[in-house]
Nanobody, 116 residues
């Protein structure tokens, strides 16, 4: 069993920064298997950043150059550093883990609101 817990969301003005955390517990093979997603009101959940083994981290075009993923293996935590935030980044942010190609784990999400 795996648990993912996000934190770090909040209200920030446009141009500001936030750092989200995703703490993982349970049978995690690799933190690099954890990805970030977001869901804005009235929209489908979309991928923000994910790792491809051997090819680094892939970022959505809308966040590339502003968001950065990092990991702390000692703390079993994945971070999403978000800079130069825009109102269109407003969403609930989730971390996700797919295990054995069929088992999906999601965190509870953390709200990010960017005011203009």
């Amino acid at each position: 069993q795996v648990q993912l817990v996000e934190s770090g969301g909040g209200l920030v003005q446009a141009g500001g920064s936030l750092r989200l955390s995703c703490e993982a517990s349970g049978r995690i093979v690799s933190l690099s298997d954890i990805s970030w997603w977001r869901q804005a009101p009235g929209k489908q959940r979309e991928s923000v950043a994910y790792s491809t083994r051997g090819a680094g981290i892939n970022y959505a075009e809308s966040v590339r150059g502003r968001f950065t993923v990092s990991r702390d293996n000692a703390k079993n935590t994945v971070f999403l550093e978000m800079n130069n935030l825009k109102p269109e980044d407003t969403a609930v942010y989730y971390c996700h883990l797919l295990q054995h190609s069929i088992i999906n784990y999601w965190g509870q999400g953390t709200q990010v609101t960017v005011s203009s």
